[in-house]
T-cell receptor
Framework: DVKVTQSSRYLVKRTGEKVFLECVQDMDHENMFWYRQDPGLGLRLIYFSYDVKMKEKGDIPEGYSVSREKKERFSLILESASTNQTSMYLC???????????????FGPGTRLTVL | GEDVEQSLFLSVREGDSSVINCTYTDSSSTYLYWYKQEPGAGLQLLTYIFSNMDMKQDQRLTVLLNKKDKHLSLRIADTQTGDSAIYFCAESNNNNDMRFGAGTRLTVKP
């Protein structure tokens, strides 16, 4: 089974702190994604990466950065956390669509971040 | 950008059928998915359908696709309390990204 793990289930930080959210997948997937989930808004893509050291902006990249130094790990960084970044953060991974017939993403359990 | 829309809430009685609807705008969609999110958990793939199909059945789940109207539905037969969750519709077009709806919260009453 594909396993996507996230470093924390719950996190509480203060405004202005630097926050790191870590995601690790064990299936040698090329693609990794960070979403935030807010009630009534569904999932919104923050950043994605299709290879080591590669990154692409998603729909809402402002206030975030990412790092992909190794294939299995994709980090989301909040340089200076703000209260409007309080949300559930979901990491996902997928194989390159040419490798797998069905293009789907596998999700981690999520990190609920509260910024005070 | 392309949109995926679904209603936010649905409430049914245990044993009834549930039908969750979704509409999308991208005419080049190749795959359409239904994900389930239980409380406190990540998203779990329930089922998917290729855009050249109009129906797929998997035990209690039936997916119907009307490609002309860009309408997707998920029917859950004999809904149980364990089916209470948020259901997300999603679509992709082989560009390694997916677009999700806002999610429908299904509540099953005993």
């Amino acid at each position: 089974d594909v396993k996507v793990t996230q470093s924390s289930r719950y996190l509480v930080k203060r405004t202005g702190e630097k926050v790191f959210l870590e995601c690790v997948q064990d299936m040698d997937h090329e693609n990794m994604f960070w979403y935030r989930q807010d009630p009534g808004l569904g999932l919104r893509l923050i950043y994605f990466s299709y290879d080591v050291k590669m990154k692409e902006k998603g729909d809402i990249p402002e206030g975030y950065s990412v790092s992909r130094e190794k294939k299995e790990r994709f980090s989301l960084i909040l340089e200076s956390a703000s209260t409007n970044q309080t949300s559930m953060y979901l990491c996902a991974s997928s194989p390159n669509w040419k490798r797998e017939f069905v293009d789907t993403q596998y999700f981690g359990p999520g990190t609920r971040l509260t910024v005070l | 950008g392309e949109d995926v829309e679904q209603s936010l809430f649905l409430s049914v009685r245990e044993g009834d059928s549930s039908v969750i609807n979704c509409t999308y705008t991208d005419s080049s969609s190749t795959y359409l998915y239904w994900y389930k999110q239980e409380p406190g958990a990540g998203l779990q793939l329930l089922t998917y359908i290729f855009s050249n199909m109009d129906m797929k059945q998997d035990q209690r789940l039936t997916v119907l696709l009307n490609k002309k109207d860009k309408h997707l539905s998920l029917r859950i037969a004999d809904t149980q309390t364990g089916d209470s969750a948020i259901y997300f519709c999603a679509e992709s077009n082989n560009n390694n990204d997916m677009r999700f709806g806002a999610g429908t919260r299904l509540t099953v009453k005993p």
